[in-house]
């Protein structure tokens, strides 16, 4: 009798650690850029298929993040652009979004997996379907005015406040993130150059 108690405590304790392993949280972002091109990467993953994603920046209107932070507004128009961080594939941005709006990026669902989101000014955006593929200022697709960061009211600042919400996993990343399969692919050649180098 006390070893089926101690099992079904033992099950118990595992279903709770568990949940709360894939359990969904909110993850609150804040940061300033310095230059029109400056481009915040992020990561993140969840653990299976979710309708309720969002992901909601506060850069031009300001507002209260899902940290309880009180963000200013006066900031840049701000862009969102979301890829799969398996190949680098585009998934989401926010092009058609109005002018005086915040970006945002709701998924309906967004499917089980990594992925890495750019936040940038508005008129740099993704320059084709694959992160690789870069953003419009850095190719000279884009260019921007006397007055350093552009809103829907001219003019703005460079601060910007991002949330991913109801994700397992998020992190900031200054540098580009390399997408997953890129990642395998350089493994592979290291290993062919280790294995060519002692046969020579």
């Known amino acids: 009798?006390?070893?089926?108690?101690?099992?079904?405590?033992?099950?118990?304790?595992?279903?709770?650690?568990?949940?709360?392993?894939?359990?969904?949280?909110?993850?609150?972002?804040?940061?300033?850029?310095?230059?029109?091109?400056?481009?915040?990467?992020?990561?993140?993953?969840?653990?299976?298929?979710?309708?309720?994603?969002?992901?909601?920046?506060?850069?031009?209107?300001?507002?209260?993040?899902?940290?309880?932070?009180?963000?200013?507004?006066g900031g840049f128009d701000p862009y969102l652009a979301l890829f799969n961080k398996a190949d680098g594939a585009w998934v989401y941005s926010t092009e058609t979004k109005n002018d005086a709006d915040e970006a945002v990026i709701t998924a309906n669902p967004l499917l089980a997996g990594n992925y890495i989101l750019a936040l940038t000014q508005f008129n740099n955006i993704r320059a084709g379907d694959f992160l690789s593929d870069g953003f419009a200022y850095a190719l000279g697709l884009a260019t921007f005015g006397i007055t350093p960061f552009t809103a829907y009211s001219g003019g703005g600042s460079g601060h910007w406040a991002v949330d991913i919400n109801n994700v397992n996993a998020a992190s900031a990343s200054s540098s580009v993130p390399i997408p997953e399969t890129l990642t395998l692919t350089l493994i592979g050649l290291i290993g062919l150059g280790v294995i060519r180098h002692r046969k020579a």
């Open 1 to 73: 009798m006390i070893v089926k108690h101690a099992l079904t405590a033992l099950k118990l304790v595992l279903l709770l650690f568990g949940n709360q392993s894939v359990m969904a949280a909110n993850f609150s972002f804040i940061g300033n850029f310095t230059y029109d091109s400056d481009i915040q990467f992020f990561d993140f993953s969840i653990a299976a298929d979710s309708p309720s994603v969002l992901i909601h920046t506060f850069s031009l209107n300001g507002g209260v993040n899902a940290d309880g932070t009180p963000i200013a507004g």
